[in-house]
Structure formats: C-alpha cells, structure tokens
C-alpha cells in the first residue's frame, strides 16, 4: 500500500477560523512534509518531520502550526489565515534518510474568504 | 543552492506521437532526481527516480529517463503518447536531510496537452 490520505478534499474558511487539515500514512514512513502549491505553481516545502520531530520548518508564518502525533499522522493547524494563503496542501512522506522517494497525497484545496 | 530548470512551459503533442520533456538541474553533488505527475487538482504520483548506477532508467506508464551528467539533464521520454498523459509533469532535485528524507526542490512543471 502506498497511499497517503488526507481530509478534508476542499475546505473553505473565514480569517477569524481555526482548522486543521489532516495527512495519514499507513506505509511505515517516518519522515512526513507539508507542501503548499498555488495554481500554476510548483510545490514549495513547508515543513519536514522526521521522527516525528520538526527538523525543518522553511520559515513559514506562525498561522500554520504543524503537529505529528504519531508515526502515522500529520496535522497542520491553520489559524487567523489571509487570503493569499489559498492554495493546495500536499502532504507527503517517505522513507527517512538516503535514496527514498517522497509519497503524495491528492491535497486539501483551501479557500480563505 | 540546488535549482531545477524545465525550459518548457506547455508542449502540445498529438495521441501516439513521441514525446520528451526537459529538466536541467544545478546541485553540487550527486543529484538524487525525480520525475512526477500531477493531473488537474490532484496530488503528485512519482513516474521515476534516478539516484546511481544505469543513466537511463524506466518509470510507470511507459516513461523512461535519461540521466546527463555533462549536460546536467534528467530529459523524460515516452515513445508515444496516450490522451490520459495531458497532465502536467514536473522534474525535481533531492537534497539529502540527514535522518530525514530528501529535500524536493521542483522544477516549474511542464503542462502537457494531448491532440486526438
């Protein structure tokens, strides 16, 4: 099995809003990633986990906050959003160290109104 | 910094025709290289990677890839296309995080169109 899932398939907030977009991974991986994408647009790295400790966090604004509760699961709490925050959020994981190529999830559409 | 180049924003090929995609990549070391595909609204399927050993190398669908070091290219090929490759493809370049995976930085993705 090498699916990554994640909920919601869209989601649709106010910038007063509190939510949390989920990513679960069933293949043993230990290293999980956000990736943000706009439209037209590669996807840009957010955060790593490995081990489910943050070992990367590409300077991303404090109105995301990730969170990795376990081996399997990655969350990543949204709050106080902007506008231009709308975009698609991939999740993906992989194998942590060398020579293991990344898993994506089909992504959460995220509108901020 | 690692950096990824796929000069290509659109290619329009017609159903059975050949096609090929362009990536060049910048990496000080040995580049850990990855192809993927991303239909409309979806997530990103990986079609091939290439780390060591043979240059060319064979990915789902038909694709295969040939790895350059002298022209740092990771070039992407299918001798022909079926209507259900119209996606758009993106190259990438993998930077090791030590204990942690690697790193993707990603090319700016090449759409592909597919004429019947």
Known sequence: ?113 | AQSVTQPDIHITVSEGASLELRCNYSYGATPYLFWYVQSPGQGLQLLLKYFSGDTLVQGIKGFEAEFKRSQSSFNLRKPSVHWSDAAEYFCAVGAIIEAAGNKLTFGGGTRVLVKP
Not at chain 1, 61 to 89: I, V, W
């Open chain 1, 1 to 113: 099995d090498t699916e990554v899932t994640q909920t919601p398939k869209h989601l649709v907030m106010g910038m007063t809003n509190k939510k949390s977009l989920k990513c679960e991974q069933h293949m043993g991986h230990r290293a999980m990633y956000w990736y943000k994408q706009k439209a037209k647009k590669p996807p840009e790295l957010m955060f790593v986990y490995s081990y489910e400790k943050l070992s990367i966090n590409e300077s991303v604004p404090s109105r995301f906050s990730p969170e990795c509760p376990n081996s399997s699961l990655l969350n990543l709490h949204l709050h106080a959003l902007q506008p231009e925050d709308s975009a698609l959020y991939l999740c993906a994981s992989s194998h942590p160290g060398r020579n293991y190529e990344q898993y994506f999830g089909p992504g959460t559409r995220l509108t901020v109104t």
